[in-house]
């Protein structure tokens, strides 16, 4: 049985860093996509970031490339969200997801519905 467990968010002043982890156990697929996803109240869920669990390559959503970092450590099965300059319009939940598209095609990563896994969401609060 897969379980995602995040840790890591909380309130940050605009311009402030966070990390969140997200730890995956019974989940061994190294081609399926693993992300990052956030809603905001009143809005839809949005894709955040992307990885290739085996082959690395990753994705990003235009408004947080070059802030946002994903990164893996396969050895513990952890899956990492770096959040840096972080901004108000950033604050919302934010979601661990795993077994999506295979080898996260660039054109659709980013579509919830195409992940079977989620973790039970952290809160991201950024003040202006």
């Known amino acids: 049985q897969v379980q995602l467990v995040q840790s890591g968010g909380g309130s940050v002043q605009a311009g402030g860093s966070l990390r969140l982890s997200c730890r995956a156990s019974?989940?061994?697929?190294?081609?399926?996509?693993m992300g990052w996803f956030r809603q905001a109240p009143g809005k839809e869920r949005e894709g955040v970031a992307a990885i290739v669990p085996g082959g690395g390559s990753t994705f990003y959503t235009t408004s947080v490339k070059g802030r946002f970092t994903i990164s893996q450590d396969i050895a513990s099965h952890t899956l990492y969200l770096q959040m840096n300059s972080l901004k108000a319009e950033d604050t919302a939940m934010y979601y661990c997801a795993a077994g999506g598209p295979y080898d996260c095609p660039s054109g659709s990563w980013f579509y919830d519905w195409d992940y079977d896994y989620w973790g039970q969401g952290t809160q991201v609060t950024v003040s202006s």
């Open positions: 019974g989940y061994t697929y190294k081609t399926y996509c």
